[in-house]
T-cell receptor, first 115, second 115 residues
């Protein structure tokens, strides 16, 4: 069984600043994928970034980047130049691998970007 | 990524009744999933919708309560049967992309309130 832990229920950041959201996970799989999704008040789940466990290089998508520490089973999300539209619930997730790639989600971190 | 729609977007239902939620994708996809998000909570996988065969349910979810159909590669339905107030949640479908089955993209969700 997989577990995903997000230890920060809420965070806030000033517009244009940088913020890091934490995530740790546990899995017995050798081949797995990690994701960050955001869920704004509209409730649409939006994929922010993904990381393949077999890749050592940290994934980046514009202002979003991850710090993937495989040995520590840590997968943090850094948001640079925070914008008001980044205000959302952020969920860390991990696949189960195997043949059906079921997602296990953390409890989420509510990020508020203040003007 | 595929465009995913869900109907209805929201509904208010009386206890003891049933509601069928539709998930439509604009292109053929390999896998479709149904999730539940209870108020203030993270996402929990209900089942994997299998094309042409019975869905695969997660522990704690049963077919009698959440019957699922997937008649083709672009469409699935989830029925919430004999509803109670505890079924009040957001229900989301997700699909895997054609570029790889490890990444899931989500529909806009259906907000259900049971009175």
């Amino acid at each position: 069984a997989q577990t995903v832990t997000q230890s920060q229920p809420e965070m806030s950041v000033q517009e244009a600043e940088t913020v890091t959201l934490s995530c740790t996970y546990d899995t017995s799989e050798n081949n797995y994928y990690l994701f960050w999704y955001k869920q704004p008040p509209s409730r649409q789940m939006i994929l922010v970034i993904r990381q393949e466990a077999y890749k050592q290089q940290n994934a980046t998508e514009n202002r979003f980047s991850v710090n993937f520490q495989k040995a520590a089973k840590s997968f943090s999300l850094k948001i640079s130049d925070s914008q008001l539209g980044d205000t959302a619930m952020y969920f860390c997730a991990c696949t189960s691998g195997g043949s059906n790639y079921k997602l296990t989600f953390g409890k989420g971190t509510l990020l508020t970007v203040n003007p | 990524s595929a465009v995913i729609s869900q109907k209805p977007s929201r509904d208010i239902c009386q206890r003891g009744t049933s509601l069928t939620i539709q998930c439509q994708v604009d292109s053929q996809v390999t896998m479709m999933f149904w999730y539940r998000q209870q108020p203030g909570q993270s996402l929990t996988l209900i089942a994997t919708a299998n094309q042409g065969s019975e869905a695969t349910y997660e522990s704690g979810f049963v077919i009698d309560k959440f019957p699922i159909s997937r008649p083709n590669l672009t469409f699935s339905t989830l029925t919430v049967s004999n509803m109670s107030p505890e079924d009040s949640s957001i229900y989301l479908c997700s699909v895997t992309g054609t570029s790889g089955v490890e990444t899931q993209y989500f529909g806009p969700g259906t907000r259900l309130l049971v009175l």
